[in-house]
C-alpha cells in the first residue's frame, strides 16, 4: 500500500538547535514530494516542495529537506530553530499520475527556550 | 483578503442534525478537496472535485456528501451527523501546473454531541 511515515509524533529540542523530521514514502511510481506546516488553531501552509531536479529543496523559515529516492525519504531539517518554529508539521507525497495527495499523520516540533 | 475561506469556523451540533460546512476561494483553480484532520492520524480525504461537473469520492467519503456550486464554492453535508465525525475539516484548492500544489482554508472545528 501507497504510504508516508513520520516516525516521530514528537520532536522536543532547544531554540538555536539544529533539527531533522524524518519522513519516509512507500511508492512504486514517481511521486512529488511536500513538507507542510500548521501553526496552532491554523490551516495548512506550504513549507517547500520536490517536483523534479535538485534533491535539495530550500523553503520558507530556514528550511530545507533532502529527496533520497534509493531510501524512500524526504527528511526535514533547519540548522537553527526558534521558538516561533513550534507548531506541527506533515509530510506528503502525490503519484504524479493521480494529483491526491497522501499526509503523514504529522510531527509536533516543541521549541523551549 | 485570505485566498481560501470557510465558514463556519466553529459549529457544535446534535447527533442527528444536517450540517453544511462551505468554502470558497478566490485563486481561480479548478481543483478543490475537502480533508478531516484527527490527533494522531494526519489529515484524510474525504471528497475531491477537479472541475464544476466531476466530484470524487476520497477515502472516508461515508457519511458525508458534496456539492460544487461554482468553480469557487465546494460545499461539505453532513446528512445526519454522528460523534464520531467530530473532527476539524479543511478545504484545499490546486492548479495541475506547478505540481498541484494545495493551498489550504483556516478550517472549521465541528463538534458534534
Known amino acids: 500500500a501507497q504510504s508516508v511515515t513520520q516516525l516521530d509524533s514528537q520532536v522536543p529540542v532547544f531554540e538555536e538547535a539544529p533539527v531533522e523530521l524524518r519522513c519516509n514514502y512507500s511508492s512504486s511510481v514517481s511521486v512529488y514530494l511536500f513538507w507542510y506546516v500548521q501553526y496552532p488553531n491554523q490551516g495548512l501552509q506550504l513549507l517547500l516542495k520536490y517536483l523534479s531536479g535538485s534533491t535539495l529543496v530550500k523553503g520558507i523559515n530556514g528550511f530545507e529537506a533532502e529527496f533520497n529516492k534509493s531510501q524512500t525519504s524526504f527528511h526535514l531539517r533547519k540548522p537553527s530553530v526558534h521558538i516561533s518554529d513550534t507548531a506541527e508539521y506533515f509530510c506528503?507525497?502525490?503519484?504524479?499520475?493521480?494529483?491526491?495527495?497522501?499526509f503523514g499523520t504529522g510531527t509536533r516540533l516543541l521549541v523551549s527556550p | 483578503d485570505a485566498d481560501v475561506t470557510q465558514t463556519p469556523r466553529n459549529r457544535i451540533t446534535k447527533t442527528g442534525k444536517r450540517i453544511m460546512l462551505e468554502c470558497s476561494q478566490t485563486?481561480?483553480?479548478?481543483?478543490m478537496y475537502w480533508y478531516r484532520q484527527d490527533p494522531g492520524l494526519g489529515l484524510r480525504l474525504i471528497y475531491y472535485s477537479f472541475d464544476v461537473k466531476d466530484i470524487n469520492k476520497g477515502e472516508i467519503s461515508d457519511g458525508y456528501s458534496v456539492s460544487r456550486q461554482a468553480q469557487a464554492k465546494f460545499s461539505l453535508s453532513l446528512e445526519s451527523a454522528i460523534p464520531n465525525q467530530t473532527a476539524l475539516y479543511f478545504c484545499a484548492t490546486s492548479d495541475p501546473a506547478g505540481g498541484d500544489t494545495q493551498y489550504f482554508g483556516p478550517g472549521t472545528r465541528l463538534t458534534v454531541l
Open positions: 485563486k481561480g483553480h479548478d481543483r
Open positions: 506528503a507525497y502525490m503519484n504524479t499520475g493521480f494529483q491526491k495527495l497522501v
